[in-house]
């Protein structure tokens, strides 16, 4: 995700920078840097780790420097290493850039430039960016226009924010699908990626929409399209205190992160769908996955990870039989590392882990790759343990996730997931070009109908403000949906710590029905047509023994009509790519429970983030 800031006025910018850098580190955390304008040159500190230890570097250099650029960084291409931290510069160090984003079109581009003579010194997607500005500003040396043809030639998500030797008075920045803010202050000007960076020098700000520019000077800041054309907008006056501003307006960093799904499955997808040039979606791409050609002979593939990622798991069998028809074993990375686990060689061994650092799962990993198996991981964080010593990574790109209870490393673990059943479909040759670009373009619409769901989120608050109280909660789904049901109830124990369970539903009456009375809560997660009528029969029995009934589901017809006391309805989706969905309103149900039962969801009572010990 990354932050970005940036510094025009008549103070010490060094630490100024630095200082707006300690607001967004919960950006990124994995490197940071700064470019100086001193005297006529752009100076760069930049190292990995995390900014105590650019601070440390820097702390015996005297720099005289009233504006400039800096980063913190949140890995996505190219681990975290001294070279590939932000800023990065041309090759004669006369421009400096920061990004947070994506240049999904980069791979295309770095090739274009090698070719061209350019020498690269990061494996970052963002270097690609200031050669490019380099290369037009060689044209007229109007940096202004040699930054608006660069932008013209990216794709993807991007905040900027660049720095010219040859125009000392001015830092331009633009943005597009990243956060920008302009800080307006007297005699100095700011920006960066979110607005608690800022709270020290200003509460007036523009806030950028899409693809607008801004220049900052020490005393002005002029605003532009990406043609050009100048743009006038009104200030906003900041109102949150530094607290709020942290978490976007959002009370608590679980909330936030629930919102941000829509765009974390957009950053996750996006660079991986391939298009031809009818903008058609045809092919799924994995940047580092090199084992396509393990996919046709395998017979088996082994999934391990723990707790939530483990659900995501269980979601990925479903899917990986369905579309691709192999055979696909789960397991709980404590339990699979202590059993002797028969694997073959041929095997195709995933592990899933936000962190990358989760002690058993490493421990399955270097089991698995004991055995002579490739292993696939699938992880939200650059360089992590796991990231290094797999065979193969696919990254998350659902940037930090500080809440202790994961919610959008799910729904980016399972969308990461499903690409490569998708993939390994296409492979395998179990499903056709046109079944291919169906579920891709199907994948396109889930972000739009995640932010469908989330705008509905008052009626979950309003059901949870009834039901905080019960004494037990059971989920219930068939298929797909039991995957579901596993994680929504570990969410809900987790933050609100109500007592709650899950169940395939047709268990229910092989035991666990014993448990229901008019104590109890059953949450049916209900996506799949073929199954409303078994299901509606579970949801029948449950209630008739005094059971409230909510259903979550996509129906249409009236399928749960007088089985339910609730139906909270999601939009229609096909059942392979449901869980996606079903997932958002149980989330949102654990949150809204939590805080009606006084507690922080932030930081539920004896949970770590990274469970790093057995
Ligand atoms: C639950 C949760 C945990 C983690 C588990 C694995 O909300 O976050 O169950 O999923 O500890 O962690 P990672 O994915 O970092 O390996």
Redesign the pocket.
Same mark, same amino acid.
């Given at each position: 995700m990354c932050g970005i800031v940036g510094y025009v006025g008549n103070k010490n910018a060094t630490q100024v920078l630095i200082n707006a850098l300690k607001k967004l580190e919960y950006r990124g955390y994995d490197s940071a840097g700064i470019a100086v304008l001193e005297g006529e040159d752009i100076l760069v500190r930049k190292c990995k780790g995390a900014l105590k230890f650019l601070e440390e570097k820097i702390a015996n250099e005297t720099i005289k420097s009233s504006m400039g650029i800096g980063h913190t960084r949140w890995a996505t291409h190219g681990e975290p290493s001294d070279e590939n931290s932000h800023p990065h510069t041309n090759m004669d160090g006369t421009i400096s850039i920061v990004h947070n984003g994506i240049i999904e079109n980069y791979a295309a581009l770095k090739a274009d430039l090698q070719n061209q003579g350019v020498v690269f010194k990061s494996q970052t997607d963002t270097e690609v960016i200031v050669h490019l500005i380099d290369k037009e500003y060689k044209q007229d040396k109007d940096i202004f226009q040699a930054v608006i043809r660069t932008l013209h030639k990216l794709e993807g998500s991007y905040a900027l924010g660049v720095l010219c030797k040859d125009y000392p008075d001015r830092i331009i920045c633009a943005r597009k699908e990243s956060p920008l803010v302009v800080g307006l202050g007297k005699g100095e000007n700011f920006i960066a990626s979110d607005v608690p960076a800022l709270l020290e020098h200003t509460r007036d700000v523009y806030y950028l929409d899409e693809k607008e520019i801004a220049v900052l000077y020490i005393d002005h800041v002029s605003l532009f399209d990406f043609e050009g054309n100048k743009i006038v907008k009104q200030p906003s006056h900041v109102e949150w205190d530094m607290d709020a501003a942290e978490k976007g307006g959002y009370p608590h960093f679980m909330i936030k992160e629930i919102n941000e799904q829509p765009k974390a499955c957009k950053d996750t997808m996006r660079p991986r769908i391939i298009k031809d040039g009818n903008g058609k979606a045809t092919d799924v791409y994995f940047e580092e996955n090199s084992i396509d050609v393990s996919w046709k002979k395998t017979k088996r593939v082994v999934i391990t990870?723990? @707790? /939530?990622?483990y659900h995501a798991g269980i979601v990925a069998k479903y899917a990986f039989e369905k579309l691709a028809r192999i055979k696909v074993d789960v397991d709980v990375a404590s339990e699979f590392r202590y059993r002797d686990p028969i694997l073959d060689k041929d095997d195709i061994f995933i592990v899933? *882990?936000? *962190? @990358? $650092? /989760?002690v058993d /799962?490493l421990s399955a990993l270097r089991l698995a790759k004991k055995e002579g198996l490739k292993v696939i991981a699938i992880t939200n964080c650059v360089g992590s343990t796991v990231s290094r010593e797999a065979d193969d990574v696919i990254y998350t790109l659902a940037g930090p996730e500080i809440a &202790?209870? *994961?919610t959008k490393?799910y729904t980016t673990q399972v969308l990461c997931l499903l690409l490569l059943a998708i993939k390994a479909g296409k492979l395998r040759g179990t499903l056709s070009e046109e079944d291919v670009s169906k579920l891709l373009s199907e994948l396109e619409e889930i972000p739009g109908k995640i932010e469908e769901i989330l705008k509905e989120q008052e009626v979950i608050q309003k059901f949870a403000s009834m039901q905080f109280n019960k004494e037990k909660v059971f989920f219930i789904g068939r298929q797909f949906d039991s995957a579901t049901a596993l994680e929504s109830a570990?969410?809900l124990k $987790?933050v609100s710590y109500m007592h709650s369970e899950a169940f395939a539903a047709g268990e229910l009456k092989h035991g666990p029905i014993a448990l229901i009375d008019d104590k109890a809560l059953v949450v049916a997660i209900a996506s799949e047509p073929k199954l409303y009528e078994k299901i509606g029969s579970n949801m029948v029995e449950v209630k008739s023994r005094g059971a409230t009934v909510l259903v979550i589901t996509p129906d249409n017809s009236g399928a749960f009509d007088g089985k339910t006391d609730e139906i909270f309805k999601i939009p229609e989706c096909s059942s392979t790519l449901v869980s996606l969905l079903t997932i958002i309103p149980a989330q949102l149900f654990a949150y809204y429970c939590a805080i009606q039962r006084g507690f922080d969801p932030d930081k539920p009572r004896n949970l770590a983030k *990274? &469970?790093t010990v057995e």
């Open positions: 990870a723990c @707790g /939530t990622a899933i *882990s936000q *962190s @990358g $650092e /989760t /799962t &202790v209870a *994961s490393a570990l969410k $987790e *990274s &469970v």
